[in-house]
């Protein structure tokens, strides 16, 4: 199997990366890969940190495109940066997924038109697995798509289902609807409709799923709008910040300090549970190939992570088993019509 | 100074409002109360814990609409309830502000209907007061609405700059816009449009205010249409709950439970500065009297702090002002349009 990584994308680039896949090399053995980007800057950046480049071929793009560049702008001026050259090595069949940190508006936008969607996918997803109160779960979509139609939200439910399946290995997985209260009558007339599309869907519907349950494993796969999904997403990460502070406070002074050893090792394991890093990045739900964004802010075991994402999905073939779900939806819908 | 409460309305109603108001009477020496509700029940509870009722009127209401009641079942078969008895004493002038914490749904509903909005306001606003890193904020509107319009939530931005005015002390508040990015083009088409509107109004604008940033006091009135403002509220509060739990799960043991000993203090401290009921309930603003709706779960020091709420409210005429900056608003956009 062929993983492309984009070498330059992220705040630890290119070292995260590199470190990302030295230790994904020692897990996965059936796995090759190639980094785009500067080939001098790499190989230096290996070199002064001792990490082999076995089994790595560096196809050289020495252009970066930053973050605050215009999505659209991957295919005119960034065309030949390591992000775009990536996801052609990906486009053209010369790698079987895609890894990388790089702006979330670009990498949709070049998953779009230079990866291309699945035909039938009406917009692609970002799909993060969460860590929830007992397990982790799907949210998506949680900001390729500010505005939704009702039928998009049931495509995202669908692709969700296939991908806790076939990488999670959560058999029949629970899909839910983000809304304001329990009853289908709640929220918006978006989501009201969107309820009704859901009740008739070929998956296994649990009901809506109110906010302040979103972390208590209602569902396995939580579908929203991509402006509430981000909400949701980033409120999240914005309140465990507060609440992180707010206890580290607690541990200072003599008595806290001490306080702060004796537990030490449970609130280790506490934040290692809610490190939404460990279950790796947000897939590109819809592209036509495996596509993993990975957080900006990823080292090296993040990367290790996306990359067991790509390696699952191509292995287990996720986007086979969504192309199925979608021809299924569809002569069900002509069957429906006709 | 009077204020009615519906004795009736909540989880733990009608002992925590008759302690909240006994609390209340300690504090302000200037307010009368009315408590609508089963008049036997309410004296029985009163002497069983041995609370005086003075300075405390009784208007017997011994129906009570349940939470799981239609809205508009207010007007019919629950207009004797001690919900909707304690709204007309309002509406009739006979009380200075409300405050319970009945079903919100039915309270809006009333508030609308019975007691009536203000001239030119579209939509009423759900607005509690939470707590920020390091000063509470104004957050609206949290669930009257589930669908708005740009030009609602220029409004709700107006009339929380009132109310953090004249109840908070915040001299010309700072006003910010939900948005799942800092730049002006982020967003659904509705929040686009709002951020132009928001540019041009009257209030000080500070610009979007992203998700994880909600916290963290950018804004002291945060604007949001109902659903992603519901979604915001429950979800901080259930993202709390997660973290508190996982916290407490590390104090146990024995080195845990003498870990917790040693910061107990600051911890309870840390709790305090993040508890919602420390600043009252939410307000019903562009109502025609101050209507606060107390938390469905509040203790008697919740009540008090509603009761708090509504005094300020009352004697700083947070209504006289946001009739002021609407006609004023009004003004400013006839002359435009002439």
Redesign the interface.
Same mark, same amino acid.
């Given at each position: 199997m062929k993983i492309v990584l984009d070498a330059f994308g992220g705040d630890h680039a290119p070292l995260a990366v590199l470190e990302g896949v030295a230790l994904a090399r020692q897990e996965f053995t059936d796995i090759d890969f190639i980094l785009t980007g500067d080939e001098t800057q790499i190989k230096q950046v290996a070199a002064e940190h001792s990490i082999s480049l076995e089994k790595v071929e560096i196809v050289n793009a020495p252009l970066v495109m930053p973050v605050c560049a215009e999505p659209s702008a991957i295919r005119k001026e960034y065309k030949d940066s390591s992000l775009a050259v990536a996801l052609r090595i990906l486009a053209e069949g010369k790698a079987d997924a895609y890894v990388g940190a790089g702006s979330t508006g670009a990498i949709v936008f070049g998953a779009t038109f230079i990866v291309k969607r699945l035909k039938g996918v009406k917009r692609l997803a970002l799909a993060p697995v969460m860590p929830g109160?007992e397990a982790p779960f799907m949210l998506l979509d949680v900001?390729a798509n500010?505005?939704c139609r009702p039928e998009m939200l049931v495509q995202f439910g669908m692709m969700g289902a296939a991908y806790m399946d076939k990488v999670m290995g959560v058999k029949n997985p629970k899909i839910g609807l983000?809304n304001?209260g329990a009853e289908e009558s709640?929220?918006?007339?978006m989501?009201q409709e969107a309820h009704q599309l859901f009740k008739k869907a070929d998956f296994n519907f649990v009901g809506n799923v109110?906010?302040?349950?979103?972390? $208590?494993n209602q569902a396995d796969v939580i579908v929203a709008?991509? #402006? *509430?999904g981000?909400?949701?997403?980033?409120?999240?990460?914005? !309140? $465990?910040?507060?609440?992180s502070?707010?206890?580290k406070?607690? #541990? *200072?002074g003599f008595?806290?300090k001490?306080?702060?050893?004796? !537990?030490l090792k449970?609130?280790k394991a506490?934040k290692k549970?809610?490190d939404y890093t460990e279950h790796g990045g947000a897939v590109l739900l819809g592209c036509s190939k495996p596509v993993i964004k990975a957080h900006g802010s990823s080292n090296g075991k993040a990367f290790k992570n996306a990359i067991w994402q790509a390696y699952r999905c191509t292995k287990n073939d996720v986007i086979g088993q969504i192309a199925d779900s979608l021809a299924q939806m569809d002569t069900k819908n002509t069957e429906e019509v006709s």
């Amino acid at each position: 199997m062929k993983i492309v990584l984009d070498a330059f994308g992220g705040d630890h680039a290119p070292l995260a990366v590199l470190e990302g896949v030295a230790l994904a090399r020692q897990e996965f053995t059936d796995i090759d890969f190639i980094l785009t980007g500067d080939e001098t800057q790499i190989k230096q950046v290996a070199a002064e940190h001792s990490i082999s480049l076995e089994k790595v071929e560096i196809v050289n793009a020495p252009l970066v495109m930053p973050v605050c560049a215009e999505p659209s702008a991957i295919r005119k001026e960034y065309k030949d940066s390591s992000l775009a050259v990536a996801l052609r090595i990906l486009a053209e069949g010369k790698a079987d997924a895609y890894v990388g940190a790089g702006s979330t508006g670009a990498i949709v936008f070049g998953a779009t038109f230079i990866v291309k969607r699945l035909k039938g996918v009406k917009r692609l997803a970002l799909a993060p697995v969460m860590p929830g109160d007992e397990a982790p779960f799907m949210l998506l979509d949680v900001g390729a798509n500010a505005d939704c139609r009702p039928e998009m939200l049931v495509q995202f439910g669908m692709m969700g289902a296939a991908y806790m399946d076939k990488v999670m290995g959560v058999k029949n997985p629970k899909i839910g609807l983000v809304n304001i209260g329990a009853e289908e009558s709640k929220g918006s007339m978006m989501y009201q409709e969107a309820h009704q599309l859901f009740k008739k869907a070929d998956f296994n519907f649990v009901g809506n799923v109110e906010p302040r349950y979103v972390l $208590a494993n209602q569902a396995d796969v939580i579908v929203a709008d991509g #402006f *509430t999904g981000n909400v949701i997403l980033k409120l999240t990460e914005g !309140v $465990a910040k507060t609440f992180s502070k707010g206890i580290k406070g607690c #541990f *200072t002074g003599f008595t806290g300090k001490l306080g702060g050893l004796l !537990v030490l090792k449970k609130f280790k394991a506490f934040k290692k549970k809610m490190d939404y890093t460990e279950h790796g990045g947000a897939v590109l739900l819809g592209c036509s190939k495996p596509v993993i964004k990975a957080h900006g802010s990823s080292n090296g075991k993040a990367f290790k992570n996306a990359i067991w994402q790509a390696y699952r999905c191509t292995k287990n073939d996720v986007i086979g088993q969504i192309a199925d779900s979608l021809a299924q939806m569809d002569t069900k819908n002509t069957e429906e019509v006709s």
